[in-house]
Nanobody, 122 residues
Framework: HVQLVESGGGSVQAGGSLRLSCAASGSTNSRNCMAWFRQAPGKAREWVAG????????YYADSVKGRFTISQDNARNTLYLQMNSLKPEDTAMYYCAARPDCRNWYALGFPYWGQGTQVTVS
């Protein structure tokens, strides 16, 4: 079983930065791939960025490429999302997610989710 707890959300002006954290516990084999998703009101959940925790390869949605950076600590217990040059359209609830395989980045493939942290950009 895996537990994920996000933190770091808040309100920021356009052009500002925030860093989200996701504290992970439980089997590392169950979180070989981790990702950040977001969901704005009335919209579908959207994949933002992903990381293969064993090798460190990172992947980004086009909408955030060059502005957001996903990373993890050396012990693979904390996942981060550094968000720079924030835009109002980045406003959403941000979720951390984990899965044991790395077949794809579809939300339905992730069995483990955090409770989310709100990011508001004005």
């Amino acid at each position: 079983h895996v537990q994920l707890v996000e933190s770091g959300g808040g309100s920021v002006q356009a052009g500002g930065s925030l860093r989200l954290s996701c504290a992970a516990s439980g089997s590392t084999n169950s979180r070989n791939c981790m990702a950040w998703f977001r969901q704005a009101p009335g919209k579908a959940r959207e994949w933002v960025a992903g990381i293969v925790t064993g090798g460190g390869s990172t992947y980004y949605a086009d909408s955030v490429k060059g502005r957001f950076t996903i990373s993890q600590d050396n012990a693979r217990n904390t996942l981060y999302l550094q968000m720079n040059s924030l835009k109002p359209e980045d406003t959403a609830m941000y979720y951390c997610a984990a899965r044991p395989d790395c077949r794809n980045w579809y939300a339905l493939g992730f069995p483990y989710w955090g409770q989310g942290t709100q990011v508001t950009v004005s």
